[in-house]
């Protein structure tokens, strides 16, 4: 990276205390998560009713997160609602910024944490709709302007995406990678700005096909949730497709995989046109699975999705039994 | 329907013998499910160690099927392996046919089981690349025979897809879908034939970008994979992608989400081009959503979300702490 490097922040795991900006539905859940994780917050947002706003939430989800496991020490009442911008985030050692999706308020906002916070705090948005190319463009200091992208509810779902803008230094991406899974997060570091970086366009496109459906009659709402919840989503709670899919080719795994179902990439299946399946995609998809199964037969990860599937079904209270889709009928001409 | 009506197969839960014909990977996995459920099995597959095979896969999954719960009487010691396909089918109350995914010899061995099952007893095949309509070409009585497309492996993932083809009797495709539920499975009957039916339909659109990502260099398999597993994944194990997506509108559910959210189906978040968001579509999701959540409030489901998402992260061993996928560095040039 050519950007001025920033200042060396403080170890990951030393941070202790958090500002977050914003504080609606994902910037108020990750509050709840860096409270739970034994951080110290202080939290700002504009709107009149936040602070009330923001303790309900923290209160609402403070049961799920004492069954997940508080860290020592953690505590609601070490949550701080200050009563500006700069006042939040002065004392920051890392900055959370979760304003609404809209770039002019987020190119504002950055720049005004930049010009308050500490010179040696990151700040990441979580921003899921713009590159930090695009939002960094008035901050003083963008080397330390990064995007670490998570899930609703953030203080749950473990995924947060880490990626840096043009102006971002490598090594405020790396630290910010480092923080998060010192915080208990599971982090994926892209090394390029991505639209809708990696999860929310592999479900994007889950999506559309949903749409797809609904809008031509070919499957119901209910169809399509139930279509995920009792089939491939059992699995992808803990193996993702990849993977999942290396299984469907028997001990050949990836490679057998492809060479068995390759030509389907070409049937109808979605109206997302796959990529030529040429040798270098097919090794890269292999050795890639190879790579993710870390040493494991395809024995053993046979065993591991199937001892997964009993524990996930146990879990949501779907032993087997009776279907638990009930029949429908549609008044159909097929 | 305007075929000849199929004589009437007995009531779907008096069912007591099927027949599978194919015992693979997933012909196989249905023996090990009926067997489980408490029926009896003959199996036929033309195979030389088709016996030897079949058998080992049961006895292999027989200790998840004990997990789960068998049926009273379920044995291992009901399978029979019939010798020929015609012995295997003859006194069965339904056939599964789990053939190599080849149009000819699913052709052809569908008119042999139809001319070789008694007269009362519906057929399905396991396919999961042809229309009935394809299939049932040469069959003497195409009434009986639809599809029942199921899940890797059969005997632990609950979805089974009904559909008939053209020449389907609707009576059959009703029949069938109260039979696999009486057997234990989860059912979406669909009221018309779509390549990849539903469930594959997404999974592979969430596939191709996949694919489209690694091909880029954009991802590597194991970011996608975490990006599944450590994120919606966890959600998909227990609610679907249209009722968690409505949970993203907060309290105004899945209208407010797409006024919020339409507009990012314009954006290039996946390579897939989303349908018009119409009126009419808009009034599908909604109203869908409205009869999936089945007087739910979305308070009621934001609960049993976050409820879901934490007895899957303890099943799957992943109560919260440190992060669970590694920090990965990329030797990158963002």
Redesign the interface.
């Known amino acids: ?1 050519t950007e001025p490097h920033i200042p060396l922040p403080p170890p990951p795991e030393e941070v202790r205390h958090v500002a977050c900006v914003g504080a609606g ?1 994902i910037g108020g859940g990750w509050v709840a998560h860096f409270l ?2 034994g951080y110290s917050v202080t939290a700002w947002d504009p709107a009149p009713d936040a602070e009330e706003k923001l303790r309900r939430l923290v209160d609402a ?1 403070w049961p ?1 997160l004492t ?3 508080l860290a020592e020490g953690a505590s609601t009442e070490r949550l701080t609602v200050a009563s500006t911008l700069e006042e939040a985030v002065a004392g920051a050692q890392f900055v959370q910024e979760s304003a609404p999706e809209k770039l002019e308020l987020k190119r504002e906002l950055l720049a005004r944490i930049d010009a308050a916070a500490p010179a040696e705090a990151v700040i990441a948005s979580s921003t899921s ?1 713009y590159p930090m190319t695009d939002m960094q463009t008035r901050a003083a200091n963008p080397g330390r302007l990064l995007v670490g992208h998570p ?3 953030p203080y ?4 947060v ?1 880490v ?2 803008g ?1 102006r971002t230094d ?1 090594a405020a991406v ?1 630290w910010a ?2 923080f ?2 010192a915080a ?32 031509n009659g ?26 999942t ?1 290396a ?2 080719g ?1 001990e050949g795994g990836m490679g057998h995989m492809l060479d068995h179902f390759g030509p ?2 070409k ?9 030529e ?1 040429d040798s ?2 097919r090794t ?2 292999v050795e ?2 190879d ?2 199964a870390d040493g494991r037969t395809i024995a053993q990860l046979v065993a591991e999705r ?11 209270g ?8 009930a ?4 008044s ?3």
């Open positions: 990276m539905v739970a994780r989800a799920a069954q997940l496991g709709g899930f609703n509810p749950l779902i473990p995924l995406e990626v840096g043009e490598r790396e990678s480092r998060y899974e208990g997060k599971s982090v994926i570091t892209m090394d390029r700005e991505l639209p809708g970086f990696i999860a929310n366009r592999l479900q994007e496109a889950l999506w559309r096909e949903a749409l797809h459906m609904v809008n070919e499957a119901t709402v209910r169809d399509i949730d139930a279509s995920i919840t009792e089939g491939p989503g059992l699995r992808w709670a803990f193996m993702g497709p990849c993977l899919f299984l469907a028997g389907s990439l049937s109808p299946w979605t109206r997302l046109e796959a990529p399946l270098a995609l890269a998809m890639g699975c790579e993710a199937d001892q997964g599937v009993i524990d996930v079904l146990r879990a949501t779907r032993l087997s039994g009776a279907g638990s889709v029949a429908r009928e549609r159909g001409d097929a």
